[in-house]
DNA sequence: ATGTCTTTGTGAACGCGTGCACAAAGATGG
DNA sequence: CCATCTTTGTGCACGCGTTCACAAAGACAT
């Protein structure tokens, strides 16, 4: 409606599908973990188990990046990681700023592996004028009116956005017009970004409502699997749109 | 190899797909700035704009839960909204501990969207002992020893793990041992859970990893197409499986 | 009451991702 | 050098999710 489209239509970027690259942190965290305790080689099997996916999806994902692998041994864990590191460009260096420097925006700061792979947190950057120059994590927060020149001067091109949500799609704008072209979004807010800008989202919000709807499924079927027990006799609309599994009283009615 | 399975396979729920699911909470937001801007009904092209997804896939997800809306009309806003806060579960009070009250874990206990919508923090869990007592968004943290004891009297079944990579394992095995059956994990580990229980991770160094790799794409995109246009030749090996799309030198070599 | 117009609900086609199962490849031992 | 054994790499089939396109349904005006 307004401006640009939010969820470009998977790209399949140079033939290593969505889904892979997805999988690829994952991997080469389970293979830095080996190479720390100096394990040479690794099978498509033992690797799987390490970062929780099938053998046989993790034999296909590698087979994007091309034959790193030994038939009969393995995969060399030293190699595997350096090539993944490469292909997931973090053999360089990431500028990234974060802005929004609350509760959220802090832990991000501290957090530790922001750092270790390639990610380096150029700038803190809030509105509030009685956080600027105050130290989180070691590096002084700035005031937001700077934000342009803080993007240009660093190089920034990924952007973290930890505001309240009234004001993301603000700060989003800005931080694309200065030339930042992928962005975390932990607000709770659709942003809408021209092409050419990927944004990912973060939303601990929708997390806990998918947890709390397999949680109440549970609740539901077990409540009919004792209803059934006690009744001695089978439920027989299990798949009836009317209900939901339990019969309990409307918090909310509508009109 | 241990002991349980970590990705369930897609479950599809009570006929409604998991990706749908996924979606709920996405519209269940949209729906509710409607409802506070007392905007009676909304049509799926309408709706679709404001959650940033495809009217038909709105239409179609909205039709798993059953015949909501007026043809010619659209969807009863309040209506919709309690339908789906039902289908989610958000229409009875979960609550939550959060474990490991570092900075990320006061952060989520800070997070207003957590209160909002059926979510209550029952309480805060850390194994420090200096932090027992002290008070993190209104609440006193309490030691780890009585993890089991506050899970079973405050009826958790939901989990919010923030603690270190190294004791998330253990933590969520005394979770489960105590009784919880959902757990979202920020510690950046593999989880071995029993079946019947749900993890969902976030992990933010794998969001940005992903985000590195687009970018990486896009800055060797645009590279080639300086070189190219510098040179006045097709590329013409845009699909070769060779080399990475930029040349650059390796930071690292392997064996 | 009837026709027109809007918007839903869904059948059908398509594409992506997943997992099986096996042939090819190489290591290893005799 | 040959046989055997392990493990990779992949062809293939299947199922899920997405999207198109349209018929059915209802509102609304006349």
């Known amino acids: ?14 033939g290593i599908p969505e889904a892979t690259v997805a999988r690829l942190p994952l991997y080469l965290r389970a293979l830095t973990g080996l190479s720390e305790r100096s394990v040479p080689t690794v099978s498509s099997e033992e690797l799987a188990a390490a970062a929780g996916v099938n053998s046989a999806k993790l034999r296909k994902d590698f ?3 091309g034959s790193y692998g030994t038939r009969g041994v393995g995969y060399d864990v030293e190699y595997l990681v350096y090539q993944i590191s490469r292909e997931l460009g973090l053999t360089q260096d990431w500028p990234v700023v974060i802005v929004g420097i609350g509760n959220l925006g802090a832990a991000l700061a501290n957090y530790g592996g922001f750092a270790s792979r390639g990610f380096r947190v150029a700038a803190l950057i809030d509105a509030d004028p009685a956080m600027a120059g105050k130290q989180v994590a070691g590096i002084a927060v ?34 694309v017009a200065a030339g930042v072209t992928s962005i975390l979004n932990f607000a709770p807010t659709v942003l809408s970004v021209p092409d050419g800008v990927d944004v990912r989202k973060v939303d601990l919000s929708i997390e806990l409502q998918i947890l709390a709807f397999h949680e109440q499924r549970k609740a539901g079927e077990e409540a009919a699997l004792n209803e059934a027990a006690a009744l001695a006799a089978p439920v027989g609309r299990a798949d009836s749109t009317d ?4 019969g309990d009283v409307p918090a909310v009615m509508p009109a």
Chains 1, 2 share one sequence.
């Open 1 to 14: 409606m307004a401006s640009g489209r939010t969820h470009r239509p998977a790209t399949r970027s140079r």
């Open 142 to 175: 700035q005031h937001s009116d700077g934000l342009e020149k803080i993007i240009s001067d660093n190089g920034v091109s990924i952007g973290v956005i930890t505001t309240p949500p009234s004001v993301a799609q603000q700060v989003c704008d800005r931080l």
């Open 243 to 246: 209900q939901g599994p339990d």
């Open 63 to 65: 087979s994007y990046l």
